[in-house]
């Protein structure tokens, strides 16, 4: 496993971005797909975005596509997720997390891993 830390989250009215960071050690992180994820009040947490190992091939959920950035810099140990337009429904607990896969999985039971959590609150 690898040990994570997530940090940027914060309070942003609609319409605004936040840039989430996740810092990763402990294994060799280019093993490793990440994603984030965000868990809403009530609600499972779900699958946000996914980077592949090298960080050429990108995966997003509809609700984050054409919105949402994910990135990593495997010489710095670090995935983020640049977060545009953003709107009150996503508001929720974001969660980096990693997976010892070589492809992107959406299942949330794959990745073995995972930060405590960042929350994003974005108002209306």
């Known amino acids: 496993q690898v040990q994570l830390v997530e940090s940027g989250g914060g309070l942003v009215q609609a319409g605004g971005s936040l840039r989430l960071s996740c810092a990763a050690s402990?294994?060799?992180?280019?093993?490793?797909?990440m994603a984030w994820f965000r868990q809403a009040p009530g609600k499972e947490r779900e699958f946000v975005a996914g980077?592949?190992?090298?960080?050429?091939?990108?995966y997003y959920a509809d609700s984050a596509k054409g919105r949402f950035t994910i990135s990593r810099d495997n010489a710095k140990n670090t995935v983020a997720l640049q977060m545009n337009g953003l709107k009150p429904e996503d508001t929720a607990v974001y969660y980096c997390?990693?997976?010892?896969?070589?492809?992107?999985?959406?299942?949330?039971?794959?990745?073995?891993?995972w930060g405590q959590g960042t929350q994003v609150t974005v108002s209306s």
């Open positions: 997390a990693a997976a010892y896969t070589r492809v992107i999985v959406l299942s949330r039971e794959a990745y073995d891993s």
């Open positions: 402990g294994r060799t992180f280019s093993n490793y797909v």
């Open positions: 980077i592949n190992r090298s960080g050429g091939i990108t």
